[in-house]
């Protein structure tokens, strides 16, 4: 079965740096569109960032040039590296597969159980 595991969360002061991984199971990890979504409380969940199975990035406004998702296909590994962070990035964070390998015409189908990171200012 599809296994999404979330590590790399915590407490950070403002201006500074995690690394989020998400390791992945269960399926043919390099065939699929991966990404990372958050959800603060009494919020909507939110997408950060995705990629493609060519390592095609996409970000909203909001985190571009502050976060960087990569992924490492030999570890079945997807990580966010997020950078400069500030208190309103903090929130719980996920990953999900999404159903194909184009982030596109498709649906976001398996997630993970999130870590939670808090920035303080």
């Known amino acids: 079965q599809v296994q999404l595991v979330e590590s790399g969360g915590g407490s950070v002061q403002a201006g500074g740096s995690l690394r989020l991984s998400c390791a992945a199971s269960?399926?043919?990890?390099?065939?699929?569109?991966m990404g990372w979504f958050r959800q603060a409380p009494g919020k909507e969940r939110e997408a950060v960032a995705s990629i493609d199975v060519a390592g095609r990035a996409t970000y909203p406004g909001s985190v571009k040039g502050r976060f960087t998702i990569s992924r490492d296909n030999a570890k079945n590994t997807l990580y966010l590296q997020m950078n400069s962070l500030r208190a309103e990035d903090t929130a719980s964070y996920y990953c999900a597969r999404y159903s194909n390998s184009l982030c596109n015409y498709g649906s976001w189908n398996y997630w993970g159980q999130g870590t939670q990171v808090t920035v303080s200012s």
């Open positions: 269960g399926y043919t990890y390099r065939d699929f569109c």
